[in-house]
């Protein structure tokens, strides 16, 4: 998976993997899957799924599925988690609320007690009936140290299941933001299989029979593809009135953007999530590819890139150079010359478009910050940084050279020329910036350490609140190894308190919420630990020669995510499954 990674992960231990821009997919032939045109079984290819029951998708594995395992919610294969394991909830990120799922409702009972009722006549793939000690085991799974969701039980002092549809939560400290983030993230899974699995097996285990209370049973898979079946006993037909349309998805692992285009153009894919560039050709022409906007920026989006500075070198330690760099990034090039107007430019809080009631604009206002060659000179001037030698880049207070290096991993071709960009922005207003392009795994390593200058990165996707973005930025303490949230080690006892106020407040109250994230926002761009660009983009297109009504933003479309990626079916990935039609129809 290619910047995209599925969705937040304070919480979500290696959602590093988090992205939005590319992914890949092979082509649509073999065992289990009809070649593009293809409308069934054939004698020369007797195993071949029916076309026009069959939907074929790609952009979030580059690589054969690592594994079935819901409680790898950063490598598992595509649709473990959302099509064969459900949560509690999903989240309607337009609606701004909690949509009962496998739990028919929850509520506070009080302050630190939240009680959710299961729904009856819920079976696991295996006939088993769903309970509430089901649920119960599953957030237990959270105890062993090794689990994704550990740090929940810093503050989750039981789970019990007070009968067979209750399940009672008692916290010693009721974080209200990040407990709704938990009810729709957390993959219940079936006691009966699950509890005699050694700690080692919960979280490294293949699990390649999944059992779930999903949509769809595992069919399938090959070196470059899973292959779902549809199960006809779902629950939610009658309890929810819905059902996936598709009887059979296969998710393609393509090995390029280019070839992910190829087959969408041939008919041998229905729904790509890669970053596809020249979207606006395919949109335009007549090729039976449809995106969410028929116009910039095409895409909803999805998480916010930012630079993130290393606050423990020198001289990113200083705010007023922190703000310099800021003012010398041209994001408009980046937004119009690197990915043809598909993405967004960030406001300077760089929180997303959905949660723009969040903005406080007052605070923007006095201490916002654009693109401005001039004014960053001149901070550069104030703040005590010149240019000693002539060669038209300063030097640090006490002399000597700064010499920075910008890293992203090689490959990601829209980030690579992103950091160009910003290294000939940084360099006109006098600071030497060199762009660096290390392989994945070895910018992981020296991001988690923290040997770096600057980075670019997007690890927090959209949510059900702002909290999560606060979190990244601020969260302490400072570990020795950061893996998902702060790699810039950023230290505010006052911002980290604050983000802490803020998950303690309720989620139906805004007016609360408002006054904390305010102070947050005056802070963060006093300070500018990290610095917003843009917003990536929700990447989906679409073919409608099998398959059509995917979600538009013109009247009478669905609004749901069009996106398979992981961690995103339970905010509107699976509801699109339900609501496209067969074109044929």
């Known amino acids: 998976m290619r910047k995209r990674t599925p969705i937040l992960v304070p919480l979500l231990a290696a959602t590093a ?87 028919e409702s929850g509520s506070w009972t009080s302050p630190t007690v939240y009680e959710a009722k299961i729904r009856a006549g819920v079976k696991w793939s295996d006939g088993k009936p769903l309970t509430a000690k089901d649920v119960a085991f599953s957030y237990g799974l959270g105890k062993m140290a090794t689990s994704p969701y550990h740090n929940l039980w810093d503050w989750l002092k039981s789970a019990d299941a007070v009968d067979e549809r209750t399940v009672r939560f008692t916290f010693s400290t009721a974080n209200y933001q990040e407990w709704d983030f938990n009810l729709y ?58 059902e996936p349309k598709a009887r059979y998805i296969v998710d393609v692992a393509t090995p390029s953007n280019e070839v992910a285009m190829g087959m969408l153009l041939q008919k041998g894919l229905d729904l790509s999530n890669n970053f596809l560039p020249g979207v606006a050709n395919l949109v335009k022409g007549n090729f039976g590819i449809v995106s969410y906007y028929d116009q910039p920026p095409y895409m909803l989006s999805a998480n916010t890139a930012w630079l993130v500075p290393n606050t423990r070198r020198k001289p990113m330690d200083d705010p007023a150079f922190r703000k310099a760099l800021a003012s010398s990034v041209d994001t408009k090039k980046i937004v119009e010359g690197v990915y043809g107007n598909l993405v967004k430019a960030a406001g300077p809080t760089g929180l997303l478009p959905q949660w723009e009631q969040f903005v406080d604009q007052a605070v923007v206002s006095r201490s916002g910050f654009g693109f401005d060659p001039a004014k960053a000179k001149k901070a550069l001037a104030d703040a005590g940084y010149k240019d000693r030698d002539g060669d038209g880049l300063v030097e640090n207070k006490d002399g000597s050279k700064i010499k920075l290096t910008l890293i992203v991993p090689t490959g990601w071709t829209d980030w690579m020329e992103a950091a160009r960009t910003i290294a000939a922005g940084a360099k006109a207003a006098g600071i030497d910036v060199t762009p660096d392009f290390p392989d994945f795994n ?8 923290g040997d770096f200058d600057l980075l670019l990165n997007n690890e927090r996707q959209l949510s059900n609140t702002p909290w999560t973005y606060y979190d990244y930025i601020f969260q302490l303490p400072i570990r020795k190894t950061q893996n998902t949230v702060n790699f810039g080690r950023y230290e505010n006892k006052r911002a980290w308190q604050l983000v802490q106020q803020l998950d303690q407040v309720k989620t139906d109250d805004p007016a609360g919420m408002k006054a904390i994230t305010s102070q947050l926002q005056k802070i963060h761009l006093e300070e500018l630990p990290i610095i917003p660009l843009w917003y990536n983009g929700l990447w989906a297109q679409s073919s409608v020669s099998v398959w059509k009504n995917w979600p538009s933003a013109k ?20 509801e699109t499954l339900t609501q496209i039609q067969p074109a044929a129809s």
């Not at 070895?442 to 350490?449: D, F, N, Q, T």
């Open 17 to 103: 993997l988090a992205a939005a821009a590319c992914s890949g997919g092979g082509p649509v032939v073999g065992p289990t899957a009809a070649p593009p045109g293809s409308q069934g079984p054939t004698a020369a290819n007797p195993g071949a799924l029916p076309r026009n029951e069959t939907l074929y998708t790609t952009g979030t594995q580059w690589g054969p599925p690592a594994n079935f395992n819901p409680i790898r919610e950063w490598d598992s294969a595509t649709g473990t988690k959302g099509l064969v394991y459900e949560t509690l909830f999903h989240y309607d990120p337009n609606a701004a609320k909690l949509v009962p799922w496998l739990a």
């Open 185 to 242: 993230s957390r993959s219940i899974v079936p006691e009966h299989l699950w509890s005699g699995r050694s700690e080692e097996d919960v979280l490294n285990g293949v699990n390649d029979k999944p059992v779930g209370t999903g949509a769809y049973a595992y069919q399938s898979h090959d070196q470059d593809r899973v292959v779902w079946k549809r199960r006809d006993d779902w629950w939610g037909k009658s309890a929810l009135g819905v």
């Open 442 to 449: 070895a910018l992981v390593e020296k991001r988690g350490k």
């Open 555 to 574: 009247p009478g479309a669905p609004k749901s995510a069009p996106v398979m990626w992981r961690n995103w079916m339970e905010l509107g990935g699976f």
